[in-house]
């Protein structure tokens, strides 16, 4: 498969940008790069794809997925965050059953696939959505996934009077010990598109022993972790009360910094914490649409990026940003810090398009494989569409991607040398089939948990 | 004209949704509005366009938008202000033929029309962009605006060292009374489509006098004035250096409060002056993507609000946002505030839609015109598809619009009666035609203006 007549970002350690580029694949590689020309002339005979001056580049790594909760989108919004969480998100996905899972996985993959996120963590996957659907809804989409399962033995969250609903809980052996299975059973399945990570809930739901057997096993079977940490300023006053620790020297003494580490949101944190995550090469997973709508604050993105701090992005969830579309997530991680920084220089589009890329890729521990096109890395790429009225003129491509696109621009993804949309269409789902499940597996389960969605305007 | 089967946002003073809704268009007004059951018994004869469950809503209107910027989207990214200003912004503008102004109001136009605004306020309009192409373009849009020519009689911004460019300057004969001219020549026109405002530019560019003889124009005439102000901490000390006055005192000092002022941006307000906005019912155009990559600050909405100031919002201008959809602007002015005040709860996502609706009209003295669905109004609506995967499944149709959807959910856009974008295609104007003339005359002016745009990454 030859691909001619790009702009070709390629993010490799350079940052190159090929015009009137091309680039050939060759089953699940990137066999050659170069311009159109030559690669047309070293290839007479293969057949090609013309994209007509449209942009490519590496696909987007969303590092921040919860996949459950695409099918609650909307369940909790303008909420503070305890009745967000205890009443609304939690309630629902504590009555999720297997196929609720996997539909829930269905419709926010088929987001991400066609907003041009090709690789993407799942957070937190607890036993009750079903760990085989949402796998196998990983494997028949094309898309290419860490798939983190909760490890838990406490029912609580920050503190003991926001219990947690009962179908959520889970304890050492259902949460570690079904891990574990799930990697035996996934780990490297899909032509190792699946790979399984943990995901510890936060301090209030995880003992420190726990979290250390967890790790063990981690460094053992070269397993990632992520874990939501620091996200709101109850999460570092929970620490401090209990343990007299800071939030990243708390993950420090249960084990849970290093390379193959993305803790997630990060925002009350001090800055000897972020030249410790620096210096352990812990990853962190900025989510900027969450962070505002949750109202949880401000990460200090400029200074973890200053330290040397590997920052990469996520959308988080349905009821938190209330999409998965990275491209739009790009431009809020470029304009809030500038906002609150009182800078304009500051987070530019070129490092933005970074964390979406490279940046993720490396969290993931992943950045000989995908995040940037090189030869001999993995086919993982997409085509934007930047002639539209929104995105024309366009002098840069990288900050039109950025400033001025959407998902919407998407017109082509390949993941690991599949062709899974062209034209913008899906080709490995029935996108209508998956929303009118949702809709249906949504209904249900509203009815079920007993929550009836109360508009605040009048409805005639 | 009769829409059936709609969940209808009316927007009416008691913000009333109508389910299974019906809404009939006679002429330019709307004339009928319930359930469809009973208007399609009430109107047997009437062909009617079932809308298959999608959103009616008012047209969206966008309080604070410079056309002429559509032409230099993106030319001056990640910069600081003042040389994103004096290097690259004016240095294009002051470069603009009227075929300039005429083909980037075309660009604008159509941009916004396709993503849901059916009503803008153009800021700043230059005698050198050419009022009669950006009216006749407007006109043959079907768009409705309010067209604001520029009032200045000083070159310079804030402070003198920063020179305006030469093609930027206009005096007193050109601008101001370039403005009364044209609004004897377009005021009213196209169907009371196009209204004339005036412009004025900062204080720095004006002087009181000039100021106050405009007022008083502005109040023999009934012609709205907007300007931009305390957007950055410059434009503030500015003023307490001048004329020892705060911006809002300043304002009030030659005549710019009142209820046909739109004051825009009004990031650095003590609390005593949004007071004053308030009591003289000017007010307010919010702009948070351009204050936010411009790394202006963070404009104190939420207290605004909470004051009973009338804020509305705006996209600006290609260079500050880069895009000019509404939908988008929304998501932004619901997240950004709760993110600063660390409050979930406030500036909700009905408020924005407030905003962006019946506020604007107010802003505009048209509240018994348009911004909401209402009997006897102008028909000026939209039609958005929610069934989209990333909008899928909405439980509300206000934060799904607001929190989940783009402009690229547009269907169908009727102003003043007439359909102009209808299955998300634009009737009046040729959208490939505007883009393919817009990137020639964009390359041309960077030629004429001898701006060279150098990308950070290497171009191979």
């Keep these: ?73 909307g369940c909790a919004d303008d909420m503070a965050l305890i009745q967000w969480l205890c009443e609304r998100v939690w309630v629902l996905q504590g009555n999720f059953t297997h196929d609720d899972g996997y539909v829930s996985t269905r419709l926010c993959v088929a987001e991400m696939l066609k907003s041009g996120t090709t690789t993407f963590l799942e957070s937190m996957l607890a036993q009750r959505y079903g760990f085989d659907g949402v796998a196998r809804a990983v494997q028949e989409s094309g898309i290419r996934a860490c798939l983190a399962g909760i490890v838990m033995d406490l029912g609580t ?3 003991k009077d926001n219990a947690m609903h009962p179908g959520m809980i889970e304890n050492r052996e259902t949460s570690l010990l079904g891990v574990l299975d799930m990697h035996r059973k996934w780990n490297g399945a899909a032509n190792d598109r699946i790979h399984v990570w943990f995901g510890p809930r936060t301090p209030g739901g995880v003992t420190p022993e726990l979290y250390r057997e967890m790790s063990d096993y981690a460094h053992q079977r070269d397993m990632g972790i992520t874990m939501h940490l620091a996200e709101v300023e109850a999460d570092k006053t929970f620490l401090r009360e209990h343990y007299n620790l800071s939030p990243v020297d708390f993950a420090e003494s249960v084990g849970l910094l290093g390379p193959k580490s993305i803790l997630v949101h990060m925002v009350w944190l001090e800055d000897a914490e972020i030249a410790k995550l620096a210096a ?13 709508k949750l109202a949880s604050g401000v990460c200090k993105v400029p200074q973890m990026l200053a330290s040397g701090v590997n920052v990469a992005l996520g959308c988080d969830g349905g009821p938190s940003n209330n999409d998965y579309d990275l491209i739009r997530e790009m431009k809020l991680a470029a304009i809030l810090h500038k906002a609150v920084a009182l800078d304009p220089l500051i987070v530019p589009a070129e490092t933005v398009l970074e964390m979406a890329t490279i940046n993720g890729a490396r969290a993931l521990g992943l950045e000989h494989e995908i995040g940037s096109l090189e030869v001999g ?13 929104h995105t024309t003129p366009s002098v840069n491509p990288v900050s039109t991607l950025v400033y001025a696109a959407t998902g919407g621009e998407v017109d082509t993804v390949v993941v690991d040398g599949t062709i899974v949309v062209r034209d913008g269409q899906l080709l490995t789902m ?16 509203y009815t079920r948990a007993g929550i009836e969605i109360k508009l605040r305007w009048p409805v005639l």
Tied chains: 1, 2.
């Design 377 to 389: 890395k993995k086919a993982d790429l997409i085509v934007v569409d930047l002639g539209r009225l």
């Design 157 to 159: 969250y920050a503190t």
């Design 430 to 445: 029935d996108e209508h089939e998956i929303m009118a499940q949702a809709r249906q597996h949504a209904q249900s389960l």
């Design 280 to 292: 352990t090469h812990t990853s962190v997973s900025h989510n900027p649409s969450s962070n505002s």
């Design 1 to 73: 498969m030859l691909f001619t007549n790009a702009t070709i970002l390629t993010m490799n350690p350079t940052r190159d940008i090929i015009s009137n580029g091309a680039l050939r694949i060759n089953e699940n590689r990137i066999v050659a790069l170069g311009k159109t020309d030559e690669l047309r002339a070293q290839y007479p005979a293969e057949e090609f794809v013309d994209v007509g001056g449209k942009l490519i580049l590496p696909g987007l790594i969303d590092t921040h997925v919860h996949v459950a909760q695409a099918l609650i989108r």
